[in-house]
């Protein structure tokens, strides 16, 4: 399999989020960047900091170092990487201590583990650091943009020519290839599904072994599976346990340890009133397309056309875009979902100071004004909305309404 190629082998990409720590790091002692395995962490933290002495807690040596005497480790040195920094929680305390007496010494913590890390890090840090997530890469990134424009011009109301017609980029190869950085090197798409084998194996039995907190890996594969075919829709915890035969605490403490692990976040509702944003039912997403799609069983083209899930995938794929875009923006816009008690639903709503963005989402060549309907109510209830946006995977811009623009899902991330 000479097409599957090692991680050093892999050319480094720039990614967009390098310059936004670059910025950051001498405002902040501490950055922390988390992030689901194989998004590339490590490999833009070598490539972007070089001028940062680089050590990861996956070295036994420099582990066993760091348990015996923490400071040894940046006795004479002021710019610090330390790389699955949750593998050992006493290191924070030791980092609280240097960025406190050296003012110089800035440090980047990388982990995998989300909520652990930052739990670990807030109880240490409290006030010192800043943090980021790093995501699988865009459309926009493989093809070289670091700084996007079209997604600030719908905030600030530029006019977007109509229209205008592009070579078609069908989401379907991209959607079951996904963005995981080592996909970008893989042409042949049967070695794409060997590495995803390989990594929802290689997640079950390192991570979550490390963990400790899974009973039964034959049960959390059934949980993995059942919450793949649901990405895009909005999360019943009863509902999962259900299809999956698996009892309620379980289901959740699966659900939670697949948060932790950066595998699926949720998206909250959007509710008019600031004081009633408390989310009971949030829409869940995975963090990559490919990753759904594999767990769901759909191996090629024709029958993730045919599945009923198709428009979810789709809807996961343009999810990762925007949460990669909200993330540029500073502040960093809030990302929620609206939905009437009657079902009129818009999937993306972004918030931006006093400023709202609506996107709606559909799998469609051909937009019309029946897909933007929802849009509509919503911007009408809503006076704040600076735009609506419908995001297809044809491939033209064109106007729907005076203020709603349909545009390539593509389109968005340039």
Not at 44 to 71: H, K, S, V
Not at 93 to 116: C, E, M, P, Q, Y
Not at 124 to 150: K, Q
Request: charged residues 25%; positive net charge; hydrophobic residues 40%.
């Amino acid at each position: 399999m000479k097409d599957i190629v090692s991680n050093s082998e892999i050319k480094y990409i720039k990614r967009r989020l390098a310059s936004i720590i670059r910025g950051a790091i001498w405002k902040f002692p501490v950055i922390v960047v988390t992030g689901a395995r194989q998004v590339g962490k490590s490999t833009m933290l070598r490539n972007e900091f070089q001028d940062f002495t680089y050590m990861t807690m996956d070295d036994y040596g420099i582990m066993e170092r760091a348990r015996l005497d923490p400071q040894s480790l940046w006795k004479d040195k002021d710019n610090i990487i330390v790389d699955e920094a949750q593998k050992l929680p006493g290191i924070f305390n030791a980092i609280k201590v240097a960025v406190d007496t050296h003012k110089k010494k800035r440090f980047i913590l990388s982990g995998s583990s989300n909520l652990l890390l930052m739990e670990k890090v807030t109880e240490s840090l409290a006030g010192r650091a800043l943090y980021f997530d790093l995501l699988p890469m865009t459309h926009g990134e493989t093809e070289g943009i670091l700084m996007p424009e079209n997604f600030r011009h719908f905030w600030d109301k530029k006019h977007i020519e109509p229209e205008q017609s592009f070579n078609a980029a069908s989401p379907m190869p991209f959607m079951l290839r996904g963005f995981m950085p080592p996909m970008l090197q893989i042409k042949d798409y049967g070695n794409v599904l060997l590495w995803l084998e390989g990594y929802v194996r290689t997640y079950l039995e390192r991570d979550l072994r490390e963990l400790s907190q899974v009973e039964s890996l034959v049960d959390f594969r059934k949980v993995m599976q059942t919450l793949a075919l649901r990405t895009g829709n909005i999360l019943n915890q009863a509902d999962i346990a259900k299809d999956s035969g698996i009892s309620h605490p379980t289901t959740h403490r699966y659900i939670k340890l697949l948060e932790i692990s950066n595998i699926i976040h949720r998206v909250p509702g959007f509710f008019s009133s600031r004081g009633k944003r408390v989310v009971k039912s949030p829409k869940l997403y995975f963090v990559d397309p490919a990753i759904s799609i594999f767990l769901s069983g759909y191996f090629d083209e024709e029958s993730l056309a045919r599945s009923r899930e198709v428009g979810g995938y789709f809807e996961t794929l343009v999810c990762l875009h925007i949460r990669s875009l909200c993330g540029m923006m500073k502040p960093r816009a809030a990302i929620h979902y609206w939905r009437t008690t009657t079902g009129k639903e818009v999937d993306f709503v972004l918030e931006h100071g006093r400023k709202l963005l609506a996107i709606e989402v559909k799998m469609t060549t051909n937009p019309t004004v029946h897909d933007i309907k929802s849009l509509l109510l919503f911007m009408e209830e809503q006076p704040e909305t600076v735009r609506g946006v419908l995001v297809h995977s044809g491939n033209t811009i064109k106007w729907l309404h005076s203020k709603v623009i349909a545009v390539p899902w593509w389109w968005i991330d340039r």
